[in-house]
């Protein structure tokens, strides 16, 4: 089984920091606060699973470099693509229900994601100053 590749983000200088992809309308400092947030990158290759089905939903991932889809595999072991997505683009949500993942969210490349705790992320909606439009 493959593995991810954890490692943790040094704000500012990279071509593709989890700052700059964070939708432009944001306020700055809400800008800001979410860039703190992000806990790491992660970097996977081709056909890599970054979370799978049956999963404790935790993160919300942006992705930053690459694509990936979301496959529900059926009872028979049979897989159905429900969606595909790609830079700037948001994945994970299919937690926020049930707090386990729904889906399988497999590399379709090389591919990085800044992934953001859902309890920070909740934490921040909690407040006042959350008006998030993402793209």
């Given amino acids: 089984m493959k593995r991810y590749v954890r490692t943790h983000i040094h ?4 071509d593709y920091s989890c700052s700059a992809l964070l939708p432009a309308d944001l306020q700055p400092a809400l800008r800001a606060r979410l860039a703190d ?17 049956g999963e ?5 991932y942006l992705i930053v470099q690459g694509a990936f889809k979301l496959v529900h ?9 429900v969606s595909f997505h790609g830079l700037r683009n948001l994945i994970g949500l299919d937690g926020f229900a049930t707090r386990v993942h729904a889906t399988d969210l497999v590399a379709l490349q090389s591919s990085m ?3 953001f705790p859902i309890a920070a992320i909740e934490a921040l909606a909690g407040t006042s100053q959350l008006a998030l439009r993402w793209r």
């Fill in 73 to 81: 595999v059926g009872e028979g072991g049979g897989e159905q693509i």
């Fill in 11 to 14: 704000h500012g200088g990279a």
């Fill in 56 to 60: 404790p939903f935790r993160n919300l």
């Fill in 113 to 115: 994601v800044c992934e």
């Fill in 37 to 53: 947030y992000a806990s790491a990158t992660i970097t996977l290759g081709r056909g890599e699973q970054l979370a799978r089905r």
